[in-house]
T-cell receptor
Framework: SAVISQKPSRDICQRGTSLTIQCQVD?????MFWYRQQPGQSLTLIAT?????????ESGFVIDKFPISRPNLTFSTLTVSNMSPEDSSIYLC????????????FGPGTRLTVT | EDKVVQSPLSLVVHEGDTVTLNCSYE??????LLWYKQEKKAPTFLFML????IEKKSGRLSSILDKKELFSILNITATQTGDSAIYLC???????????FGAGTQVVVTP
C-alpha cells in the first residue's frame, strides 16, 4: 500500500483565517481524495483531485471554501478558507491502492481546531 | 438516496468475547464494501469485499458480504483491549473511488 503523509498534523487557527493542508504520497497515483470528519461524525468526501484538471466537489462543498491543488501525481493540497468554528474537523487525504487494487488508504490526518 | 447503516452504534465487551458488527447498505450500482478500523485520526484498512459468500480473514478478524440481502458482517474473536476502536463500513459504487461511510460502531473492550 502507498505511504501517505500529511502536514500539519494539527493546528489551532483563528476564525476568518485560512489553512493549507498538504498531502504527499510515495508513489504516483491518478486520484487523490479529501475527506472531512467532524467531531463525533463519520467521514464525508469533500472532493476528488485529479492531476491536471479541476477537482470534483461533492454536494455541499464549493471551490471557494475548499480550493484544491494537484500539481503532480504525488502531491495535493486542500485549503480551508475563511474558517469558522464549524470547520473544526479532522481532514484526511486518501488514495486508491496500486496494481489494480481499489481499496483506499488514508493519510494520518490533520486535526483542525478553529477558535 | 444511498444509505450505509451500521449497527450497533456502540458496544462494550470483555476481553475474550466475540464481537459481530453489522453493515447494511442501499446504494445504486454497488461495487465494493470496505471495513476500516479508526483508533485516533486515520482509518486503517481491514477488508474489501466484492463477492457474496466469500469470507475474508486476517488473524482474529473476519468479514463476509451478502449481496442479495445487502449487508456485511465483521467478526472479531477473542477480543483484546487493542481492538477498542471505531469500526467503519464504507461502500463504493460506480462513482470512481468515492467512499460512502456509515456512522461507525464504537467498540470498547474492557480487561
Amino acid at each position: 500500500s502507498a505511504v501517505i503523509s500529511q502536514k500539519p498534523s494539527r493546528d489551532i487557527c483563528q476564525r476568518g483565517t485560512s489553512l493549507t493542508i498538504q498531502c504527499q504520497v510515495d508513489s504516483q497515483v491518478t486520484m487523490m481524495f479529501w475527506y472531512r470528519q467532524q467531531p463525533g461524525q463519520s467521514l464525508t468526501l469533500i472532493a476528488t483531485a485529479n492531476q491536471g484538471s479541476e477537482a470534483t466537489y461533492e454536494s455541499g462543498f464549493v471551490i471557494d471554501k475548499f480550493p484544491i491543488s494537484r500539481p503532480n501525481l504525488t502531491f495535493s493540497t486542500l485549503t480551508v478558507s475563511n474558517m469558522s468554528p464549524e470547520d473544526s474537523s479532522i481532514y484526511l487525504c486518501s488514495v486508491e491502492g496500486g496494481s489494480g487494487a481499489y481499496e483506499q488508504y488514508f493519510g494520518p490526518g490533520t486535526r483542525l481546531t478553529v477558535t | 438516496e444511498d444509505k450505509v447503516v451500521q449497527s450497533p452504534l456502540s458496544l462494550v465487551v470483555h476481553e475474550g468475547d466475540t464481537v459481530t458488527l453489522n453493515c447494511s447498505y442501499e446504494v445504486t450500482n454497488f461495487r465494493s464494501l470496505l471495513w476500516y478500523k479508526q483508533e485516533k485520526k486515520a482509518p486503517t484498512f481491514l477488508f474489501m469485499l466484492t463477492s457474496s459468500g466469500i469470507e475474508k480473514k486476517s488473524g482474529r478478524l473476519s468479514s463476509i458480504l451478502d449481496k442479495k440481502e445487502l449487508f456485511s458482517i465483521l467478526n472479531i474473536t477473542a477480543t483484546q483491549t487493542g481492538d477498542s476502536a471505531i469500526y467503519l463500513c464504507a461502500v463504493t459504487t460506480d462513482s470512481w473511488g468515492k467512499l460512502q461511510f456509515g456512522a461507525g460502531t464504537q467498540v470498547v473492550v474492557t480487561p
